[in-house]
């Protein structure tokens, strides 16, 4: 997870301010709108990058005591490369996460930016303070940082959950009993609707994911903003 997330989270906010960018000047799209934009390509483009990563965390982090197929992350890259048919193997289920983190992340940058503008907007002094490079500019306290970016990652996370499952039952189809009916998205939605239906089948593990993704959506966004302070960015 730790291997995975440094090049996840770095080409996210990279490519955020650079989408971010495009969108408002060469295609004259602003207001809110260019954040949902820039941010389902930053979450696109992420996932693409690193996805061989993610691909063998999951893996990894499904086996059991006594059922270890992988000895560790170079030998998992190995079995899956000779086994599941060469790089293939290493992007199975891409289509969904892709499909998933576009509202995922799209959502996420959304929310967070336009809590912050209105906040920022409408009570400058109770939730902004001067940030530390640049006094003339209004950075969020730190607090209100963690709370708008929990917000963030809890809408945008119900939002995409369902694409999220696909994913995870695609990536883990290979040692799953019922491989063969998770072998493409459409079939994978509709064996998981047909088996479990909507809300057993694709919230299952919502409410402890939200244990996951509140704090560290928040401390991602902030641990964000605080660096761009300390780089002089703003």
Do not use: W
Request: proline residues 4%.
């Amino acid at each position: 997870m730790m291997v995975r997330i440094f090049p996840y989270g770095a080409i996210q906010f990279m490519a955020f301010d650079h989408y971010r960018k495009f969108v408002k000047l060469k295609l004259g799209i602003s207001g809110h709108v260019h954040r949902l934009m820039a941010g389902s390509m930053a979450g696109m483009t992420a996932v693409i990058c690193t996805y061989p990563l993610d691909m063998v965390r999951a893996r990894l982090a499904f086996q059991v005591k006594g059922e270890h197929n992988y000895r560790g992350i170079i030998h998992a890259f190995q079995t899956i490369y000779t086994k599941e048919g060469g790089f293939r193997g290493f992007y199975r289920g891409l289509i969904p996460t892709v499909l998933g983190m576009a509202p995922y992340a799209g959502v996420s940058f959304f929310t967070f930016g336009t809590l912050k503008s209105v906040g920022l907007n409408h009570a400058p002094t109770l939730l902004g303070k001067p940030s530390m490079d640049n006094p003339d500019v209004l950075v969020l306290k730190t607090h209100v940082n963690l709370l708008c970016g929990g917000v963030a990652g809890a809408i945008a996370q119900t939002i995409s959950y369902p694409l999220d499952v696909t994913r995870r039952r695609m990536q883990l189809a290979a040692i799953l009993p019922d491989s063969d009916k998770c072998l493409t998205m459409v079939q994978t939605l509709k064996h998981v609707y047909n088996q479990y239906g909507i809300r057993r089948g694709f919230y299952r593990g919502l409410s402890l994911n939200y244990i996951r993704c509140i704090p560290s959506q928040a401390v991602a966004f902030t641990t964000y903003e605080l660096m761009k302070q300390l780089l002089h960015l703003n």
